[in-house]
């Protein structure tokens, strides 16, 4: 599969606001009329789980709203539409509409055991490492299922994968009735179970400006979350762990033709070579090949290297396959874990994906004429498996705690060494 914006990355990325660039009001019917038309025609099959009748329902209430609605509010409401179409790859980018003024500072990390508190400006670095039960006294779960519907919602994962980004906004707070001021207050608690409650109001939060949860120590997976692909050999285990983060390259945006932009990216065939040279000179008993935190791009270059992969395992059937899997799992690198499937006897590990085997890709955006939003779509179906699957379930389930987070612990590492 193509590369593709990926609906799915903890969060879009953000835009100056277009209200502030625009002179003359939105024609929402324009757009609408536009979204109606124009959507069904180019996508390869709306209508996949939801009916044409649905859709067009959908659209004539947003255009007949009888109350007024803000810019952003109309968006949101259509966005929620999309999202009940069925395909997590179709979405409305309603971005630009936020401001990005009124985002609350800190930053969630999903853990087996809630919400925490990963990041936050100094003045509320009391709440580090907190988790999060309520806002304004409206609890977590409730606040999560209706953020849950700004996307679709294919599994469980997708929720653990968007919603710490979505519910720092205070303009998507206030859209579900959660808070009406310009300050919330959070309900937490410490890791001995005491309560707390903090009052936070919005402000802007970068790496210049946050204080973070200090662990004592990084995973591996962890420690190289930003690299396209690397590796370590432990001779002591004699277990090999392979890390492929990104299925994109040097060779695959050469092939776009941006060779600048080439240029700057590790080369997978360099990385191809060194890994198979590590498997022949090294003793090696377990083999980790790690997924869990690939968001896609293509997957032929994976596809290719599994089979390579696949041939040299089964002449060395003593080597143990984990391929692990994770909630950033999705699109390509699902494509790539199918593979796996098909020409290994691997155990899958770790958590259920994001994506599904069987999805819609090949991303294709269409810009609605007033508002001047994007729209994705779908052009192709992937259908890689005869089963109709939510997510792709691993074998065994491991989630990482907090307190793993915190001590540099890799419970599916630590699993494999026990093998």
Same mark, same amino acid.
């Given at each position: 599969m193509k590369q593709i914006i990926l609906a799915?990355?903890?969060?879009?990325?953000?835009?100056?606001?277009?209200?502030?660039?625009?002179e003359q009001p939105i024609d929402w019917k324009s757009d609408l009329d536009y979204l109606a038309k124009e959507l069904p025609a180019k996508h390869c099959n709306l209508f996949a789980k939801k009916s044409n009748e649905y859709f067009l329902s959908g659209i004539h209430a947003i255009s007949n709203h009888p109350e007024k609605q803000t810019d952003l509010q109309k968006a949101l409401k259509i966005q929620q539409l999309l999202a009940q179409m069925g395909d997590s790859h179709t979405m409305l980018n309603f971005y630009p509409l936020l401001d990005n003024d009124q985002f609350l500072p800190f930053h969630l990390l999903w853990t087996s055991d809630g919400l925490h508190v990963l990041h936050t400006l100094p003045e509320n670095q009391a709440i580090l490492g907190y988790k999060l039960s309520s806002i304004n006294q409206t609890p977590i779960q409730q606040i999560i299922d209706s953020l849950s519907t700004l996307f679709t919602v294919d599994n469980q994962s997708v929720v653990k994968t968007?919603?710490?980004?979505?519910?720092?906004?205070?303009?998507?707070?206030?859209?579900?009735g959660f808070t009406d001021s310009p300050q919330v207050e959070l309900s937490l608690e410490k890791t001995d179970g005491t309560p707390v409650r903090h009052t936070i109001k919005p402000a802007t939060l970068d790496r210049n400006n946050r204080?973070?949860?200090?662990?004592?120590?990084?995973?591996?997976?962890?420690?190289?979350?930003?690299?396209?692909? %690397?590796? *370590?050999?432990?001779?002591?285990?004699?277990?090999?762990?392979? @890390? $492929?983060?990104?299925?994109?390259?040097k060779e695959l945006e050469a092939e776009?033709?941006?060779?600048?932009?080439?240029?700057?990216?590790?080369?997978?065939?360099?990385?191809?070579?060194?890994?198979?040279r590590t498997l022949a000179k090294n003793p090696v008993r377990k083999l980790i090949f790690d997924l869990r935190m690939?968001?896609?791009?293509?997957?032929?270059?994976?596809?290719?290297?599994?089979? %390579?992969? *696949?041939?040299?395992?089964?002449?060395?059937?003593?080597?143990? @396959? $984990?391929?692990?899997?994770g909630r950033q799992t999705f699109s390509s690198a699902i494509l790539n874990a199918m593979d796996f499937r098909r020409?290994?006897?691997?155990?899958?590990?770790?958590?259920?994906?994001?994506?599904?085997?069987?999805?819609f890709g090949e991303v294709r955006s269409i810009r609605l004429p007033s508002s001047q939003l994007v729209v994705q779509y779908s052009t192709k179906y992937f259908k890689n498996t005869d089963e109709e699957l939510n997510t792709l379930a691993p074998d065994v389930i491991l989630e990482t705690s907090f307190s793993d987070l915190k001590k540099g612990i890799d419970p599916i590492y630590e699993w494999v060494k026990k093998q």
């Open positions: 799915l990355s903890i969060v879009w990325g953000f835009s100056l606001s277009l209200s502030a660039q625009r968007m919603v710490p980004g979505l519910i720092r906004s205070l303009q998507l707070l206030e859209y579900f204080v973070s949860v200090k662990p004592d120590s990084m995973a591996f997976y962890l420690k190289n979350e930003r690299t396209f692909f %690397t590796d *370590a050999y432990s001779p002591d285990e004699q277990i090999y762990h392979i @890390l $492929y983060n990104r299925c994109w390259s776009r033709g941006d060779q600048q932009k080439a240029e700057a990216m590790p080369s997978f065939k360099s990385f191809e070579t060194k890994t198979l690939n968001g896609g791009g293509d997957s032929r270059q994976g596809t290719s290297y599994i089979e %390579t992969l *696949a041939d040299y395992l089964n002449k060395h059937p003593q080597i143990k @396959l $984990y391929v692990v899997l020409l290994t006897k691997t155990v899958f590990i770790g958590e259920e994906t994001s994506g599904k085997p069987n999805h």
